[in-house]
């Protein structure tokens, strides 16, 4: 599954960002923790399909649907 | 003089450390080709920089993009003899990732390196304490704890700033082991061996983001925190403003007391009193304006809003982060077209580059202010909280919204703009909640109070200098028969479907140079006109005078969409480097603002 299907309050261990996405963009998702084997924890789904927010390290994050389903995981 | 440069990620409080080491004392410099800006102040016998916050030295956005491009060519500077590292110690694992990398920098160039572990005021109420000599072991490089809110630690750390100034070469990041592993694994390593749990650290945030981003809650707040923002500039710069006119009533009473009666004491009168006079009554506005949008911003809530705003405005083909850029937008333009740097899309960046001169900045503040006052009676409600005259501002402020969204749908669903560049996903890191500290916040809004005069005194003394000799000229102080009449009378037809005489054609076409200058030219007309009556109250003058609901209306749209102002014309063409978009922006807001004008005088 994505990252964008965890569901709130779930947590779940990232298993691989997308190699196909922008070289910058994976890179700063790599730097920002995104790398297979971290646990994610979503804190919170906003409406109408808006950005997810997610606790990865030390770091609350915000993304939005076109990289959270990028981003496979599974659940914790 | 050797130079010292100071980088971190945002929000990681280097901003207030260099306001500690520097006293304030900064000037703010503008580096020749595109501008990016960097603080400098004196710190003992050297010059620090403060170079924008970037999370990665891999940049993203386009102002990450300059930010490191300028501390690569630090690097390369002789002048540049000691790298100052700021670290978030509540949060070492993210911030070290960018330390990291500025290590690596640092040992590549043969710079001096030190690690300014900030925030060590917090670590230490969670009852946790960092061992700095380990540390700095691990990481080959000075490590200093301290926090720039309380001090604590900031005495040591001056100390050893001036003894790594004068011999840098000494403060090399050393080799090490572990230098060839990825950066990430170095400072998840690094920041579980001596972190704070990263779950006590988020408690309280991730709590009050429970309340604040909550799908009921979350709006409301939000839109209430605005609502609330415009009108507090009205309620809140009330007295003030009345303090000001108080003090330049008396001051033009004093003065034309003092001089004889004649061409002297009529120009001292209109021209300076009634030109300049009447455009400083709305300083302490801007000043309330620039406290409120610093309370945001240095809380942390700016983030959320973004987060909250973002699926709303990607109807619209904006970004969430267009919202920090249209809110600054509401003290001026040009720097709110800067900070759409931050926008990582390059086509979003560029609707809400275009869409930025439709946001009220202050300099429309006076002019709604003195229609306003002419046009809308003071009536309160719930017990004083809320007045119409504020109410009506919203309104006017929230026009000048709702027409920059209509533009940036036609603009997304119309042209082609940037659309052949890769689009950028929506990613932000949401900041911890904090009490800002308030002495950089004053010293922010005085600076942005100077800023607004020193900008805009100059011009619209001149303009009302030059005003004042055309109008009251040559039959002194028939103001129907002046020069300026004449012109006017010429222009007149242009203005006569809008319901204004050439007075007002005269204000409006000199406030194309700046848009204040329109109240200070009005300013000067009446006060040649009135010339045995009190000078200030421009507001009951064109009252007394007498000027249509409708094209009163018309005069505040206008001055909504207008885009009357040379300064934000260049800014666009300098970070679109299209002079076709920054001209065809003023003439097409032109243009509309124009038929929105005709349209109320017509209907009203
Ligand atoms: N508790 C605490 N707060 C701090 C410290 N340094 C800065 N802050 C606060 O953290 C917020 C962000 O600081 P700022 O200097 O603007 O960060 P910058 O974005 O890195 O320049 C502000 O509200 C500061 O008042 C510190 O040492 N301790």
Known sequence: MTLWEVRNKQSAHIESVDPTLLPAVFQRLNEMGFAAGQLIRCLRRSPMKGPLVLQLGDTVYSLEQSIASRINVHPA | MKNIILVGKPNSGKSLLFNQLTGLRQKVANFPGVTVELKRGKFEQFELIDFPGTYSLNSLSRDEELAVQKLHEAMHSDDTSLIVCNLDATRLERSLVFGLQVRDLARAHNKGLIFALNMIDEVQRFGHNIDTEELSRDLGCAVYALSAKTLIGLHEFKLALIKAGQSPEDYIPLANEQ?????????????????IQADVVLKRQNSIDDFLLNNIWGGIIFLSLMFLLFQSIFSWATPLMDAVEAVIGEGAAIATGLLPAGVVNDFVADALFGGVGSFLVFVPQIMVLTLIIGLLEDSGYLARAALICH?????????????????SGHACAIPAIMAARTIESPRKRLITMMTIPLMSCSARLPVYALLIAVLVPDIRYAGGLLNLQGITFFGLYLFGIVTALTVSIVLNKLTSLNKDMPEMPFILELPTY???HWKPLIHRVLTSAKQFIKRAAPIIFMVSVVIWFLGYFPQNGELQSSYLAMLGHWIEPIFQPLGLDWRYGVAILVSFLAREVFVGALGTLFGIEGADENIAGLAENIQADGLALGAGIGLMLFYVVALQCVATVATIKGETGSRRIAWGLFVGYGLLAYCLAFAAAQLF
């Open chain 2, 311 to 327: 699926k709303p405005l990607s109807y619209f083909g904006l970004s969430g982060r267009s919202f920090i850029p249209y809110l």
């Open chain 2, 179 to 195: 230098s060839d592993s990825p950066v990430l694994e170095i400072s998840r390593g690094l920041s579980k061996r001596y972190g």
């Open chain 2, 434 to 436: 904090r009490l800002p």
